[in-house]
């Protein structure tokens, strides 16, 4: 553990130098990811206010609070490694990583986490400003927090297991553009990144329950929001809980067969 513990301790370091060596960038994905919900805020305040207030059971404080709850969760959960690894196997960058006696999984993990850490700073700002110009409404418990901290915990392990194994299909062909196109629209609808589920035809709904990515995104935001009891709030954790091991466990079978197929393109 404590070998493991300094391996993550430098390359999160490594990660933090190379991040702040590249300010434009970190700034340009951080822009993309605060735009995407804002917008969407906007949207439905204005179908909101142009009913009255209020589009089923979302008033127009609750849809603010809604989609600022989001954008952090969805910052703290996402992961950028199915844009990378195509690149990585096509230029021969990835043969480095196979040689060495660790799995390349806790690099990417220790550079996510790194990640997370240094933009937190920036996103916490502007959270607040969002708060202050939209005047949210929260209807948060205690224990409500006391979940929520596991459920957000568990949604991005979920997520990075998922979208690493989604990954992988770059050892059987070097073009994944389109599967990631097809996974991100799939969350786009079924995660309630686009809208509170609540506002989704009941089979959307349906579809999204048994599928992993309402629990990637929309269970840890209705549940910080007070919109789900105990009993739900329960539910929701071994519905996280049962598909992080089944992510896992598909990750480490796919990740058995794709080494057997690697074939870098590049030098």
């Known amino acids: 553990m404590k070998a493991l513990a300094d391996l993550y301790s430098t390359f999160m370091r490594i990660t933090l130098a190379i ?47 809604y989609f600022i709850v989001m954008m952090m969760v969805n910052h703290l959960t996402f992961t950028w490694i199915m844009f990378e690894f195509e690149f990585r ?13 660790v799995h390349p999984i806790h690099r990417d993990i220790a550079d996510n986490i790194s990640y997370k850490l240094l933009t937190m700073t920036l996103t916490t700002p502007i959270c607040a400003l969002l708060i202050w110009a939209f005047s949210p409404r929260f209807n948060t418990e205690p224990w409500m927090l006391a979940y929520f901290i596991p459920a957000l915990v568990l949604a991005g392990f979920m997520r990075f297991f998922f979208e690493w194994c989604l990954a992988l299909a770059a050892f059987w062909t070097t073009r994944v553009t389109a599967l990631n196109q097809i996974y991100f629209a799939a969350q786009l609808f079924l995660a309630g990144r686009m809208a509170p589920l609540e506002m989704m035809p009941q089979w959307l709904q349906t579809a999204a329950a048994v599928s992993p990515f309402r629990w990637m995104l929309a269970f840890p935001v209705e549940l910080l929001l007070g919109r789900l009891n105990q009993q739900q709030a329960f539910e929701g954790l071994m519905h996280q809980s049962f598909w992080l091991v089944l992510s896992f466990g598909l990750l480490h079978l796919v990740w058995r067969r794709a080494v057997r197929n690697y074939s870098a393109v590049g030098a």
């Open 19 to 65: 991040q702040l060596q590249y300010r434009a960038e970190l700034a340009i994905w951080l822009l993309g990811l605060v735009i995407q919900p804002v917008i969407y805020m906007v949207v439905w305040l204005t179908v909101a206010h142009a009913q009255g207030g209020q589009v089923g059971n979302y008033t127009s404080g609750q849809f603010a609070a």
């Open 89 to 101: 196997v096509r230029n021969g960058s990835f043969s480095p990583l196979l040689l060495q006696p």
